[in-house]
C-alpha cells in the first residue's frame, strides 16, 4: 500500500532521474496488468507447495511404513536437507547445460519419481532403504525447483529493483496462501 500511495518519482531503468523518472505506482500497475508475475507465482508456489507437504508428510509415512526404526524419523528429514544442499551445489553446471527450462523439468522430474517410489512401497518393514533414497531424491527436486524458481523472480525484477519487495511479497503471499488451502484439503481428505 505505501508504494502505491507513494508521490515520489522513481528510477526504472537506471537513468538519471531528470531523464527518465517513472511514478512507482505506474511501475506497480504495469506490473500487476502483466501476466509473467502471475507465471512466476505459479511456478514459485507449486515447487514451495511441494517443498511443504513432502516435509509435512514424509514423517507420518515413516511412521506408518517403517516398524521398528525410530531413527529413521530424524535420519530421513537430514537425508533430505543434505541431498538438497548438495544438489544446489551443482545446479549452476547443471543449469548452464541445459537451461532453466530443462532444470526445472529434471527437478520436476526427481520429485515425481520420489513419489512414486512411496506410492509403490506400502509393505511395513524394518528396513527404511527405500524411505532414505526417496528422501534423497525429493532434495534434490526440491532443490532444483526452488532454484528455478527464485530465479525466475528475480528475472521478472530485472533492473527494476524497486519492485523486487514487490514481486518478492508477491509470490511469498500467494505460496502461503495455497500452502494453507493444501494442508486443511490433505486433512480433510
Known amino acids: 500500500?505505501?508504494?502505491l500511495s507513494s508521490r515520489r518519482k522513481w528510477d526504472v531503468r537506471g537513468k538519471a532521474p531528470e531523464e527518465r523518472?517513472?511514478?512507482l505506482r505506474t511501475v506497480l500497475i504495469r506490473m500487476c496488468s502483466s501476466s509473467e508475475i502471475y507465471a512466476v507465482a505459479g511456478v514459485y508456489t507449486t515447487s514451495r507447495?511441494?517443498?511443504t507437504v513432502s516435509m509435512e508428510y514424509l514423517p507420518l509415512y515413516i511412521s506408518q511404513v517403517v516398524i521398528s526404526n525410530t531413527e529413521a524419523l530424524a535420519t530421513?528429514?537430514?537425508?533430505l536437507f543434505v541431498s538438497s544442499a548438495l544438489s544446489s551445489l551443482f545446479h549452476d553446471r547443471f543449469h548452464s547445460c541445459v537451461g532453466q527450462k530443462w532444470t526445472y523439468a529434471a527437478g520436476c522430474l526427481a520429485s515425481v519419481t520420489g513419489c512414486a517410489l512411496i506410492y509403490f512401497n506400502t509393505e511395513r518393514s524394518d528396513n527404511p532403504k527405500n524411505v532414505f533414497i526417496a528422501a534423497a531424491i525429493f532434495g534434490c527436486g526440491n532443490a532444483l525447483t526452488m532454484v528455478v524458481s527464485l530465479s525466475l523472480a528475480a528475472n521478472?525484477?530485472?533492473s527494476q529493483v524497486e519492485c523486487g519487495a514487490f514481486v518478492y511479497s508477491s509470490v511469498t503471499f500467494a505460496?502461503?496462501?495455497i500452502n494453507g488451502i493444501a494442508v486443511i484439503l490433505v486433512q480433510y481428505m
Open 1 to 3: 500500500m505505501f508504494q
Open 21 to 23: 523518472a517513472v511514478p
Open 76 to 79: 530421513v528429514p537430514l537425508i
Open 49 to 51: 507447495l511441494f517443498l
Open 156 to 158: 521478472l525484477i530485472g
Open 175 to 177: 505460496d502461503k496462501l
